[in-house]
């Protein structure tokens, strides 16, 4: 795994695209080559390798608007020489701010450290505080689970028509910003389980309000999965010892209907299931203390779902 700081990413992508930039936009209002470069302290034969060269520039920089905008605003006040160097470093340090706060410097930056992924530069603008290894831990734990549902061709016959999402919630959490999850849900195509996006916070709302029910009762409860509620599936789930918990299938007020079903059973059983109403599949919810482990019993529970009981074969 590489090793790579957010100022490689300024010095080896931004500066050159910046440079670049500049020097088209002070080369289109008349200054010469030696004028550009001693505005941009470079060479006059730097400046005359990059006029009009495409190679030296990092797309993402450039086509955004900010990017133009501070180019051209730099662009004006050298040429009108109503700004000097102070102020356009105080201009191109503003913007790469904003570039490393969840922008396109921290998009090149999970590319070439995909240990960052998801993190969206929280590490880079906030270190290393517990609210961010919390983070971490939960997008970790929803990626885990992900391969292990990729990986058990049996869930796929289970993944309901509105698809499956994955969740952890932070520690704590309240609402759906702060349970990582799936955005677009995976769906099954035959006997493959295929995943749209990387895991990051606020993707889901069902998977999402059942796993903050959960906590409510039972606070070390922060994983869920959802597969398409099934006689099978659900006899599989006693067979393994699991009585689940019945409840409506209306989505409004589902926290609070849910909560109040847990308390009726006096705790949070690992699966609980809707039959469905007008309009909404019927659909089974497998709940552990993270995704992992939520995905570990929906791989027991769909292989012991698909193997024939022995029962069957009787005359």
Do not use: W
Not at 10 to 21: H, I, N, S, Y
């Amino acid at each position: 795994m590489s090793l790579r700081l957010p100022s490689e990413i300024v010095v080896e992508r931004f500066l050159p695209t910046a440079r670049a930039m500049l020097a088209d936009e002070l080369d289109e209002r008349g200054l010469t080559q030696q004028e550009i470069a001693d505005r941009l302290g470079v060479t006059q034969a730097a400046v005359s390798k990059t006029l009009g060269q495409s190679g030296v520039v990092e797309e993402r920089f450039r086509e955004d608007e900010r990017m133009q905008a501070t180019m051209t605003r730099i662009a004006e006040g050298f040429a009108a020489d109503t700004m000097d160097s102070y102020e356009a470093l105080a201009e191109l340090l503003e913007l790469i701010h904003e570039f490393e706060d969840r922008g396109p410097i921290c998009a090149v930056h999970e590319e070439e450290m995909p240990a960052l992924s998801g993190l969206g530069c929280d590490l880079c603008i906030r270190g290393t505080d517990t609210g961010v290894l919390a983070e971490r831990d939960a997008l970790t734990a929803v990626r885990t689970a992900v391969r292990r549902v990729t990986n058990t061709s049996a869930i796929a016959a289970h993944i309901p028509n509105v698809g499956t999402n994955i969740a952890t919630a932070l520690p704590e959490a309240t609402d759906e910003t702060e349970v990582a999850a799936v955005p677009g849900r995976l769906h099954a195509v035959g006997d493959r389980v295929l995943v749209p996006a990387r895991p990051e916070f606020g993707a889901s709302q069902h998977v999402a309000r059942t796993v903050i029910a959960a906590m409510a009762i039972e606070p070390s409860i922060r994983g869920a999965l959802n597969l398409a509620t099934s006689d099978a599936l659900l006899t599989a789930a006693r067979d393994c010892g699991i009585d689940p918990l019945r409840f409506e299938a209306g989505y409004e007020n589902r926290a609070e209907h849910l909560q109040e079903r847990f308390h009726e059973r006096g705790t949070v059983p690992q699966v609980i299931y809707h039959e469905g109403a007008f309009g909404i599949e019927p659909v089974t919810y497998l709940l552990g203390t993270t995704a992992v482990e939520a995905a570990a019993l929906a791989a027991d529970l769909a292989a012991a779902a698909d193997t024939p009981n022995d029962s069957d074969d009787a005359p």
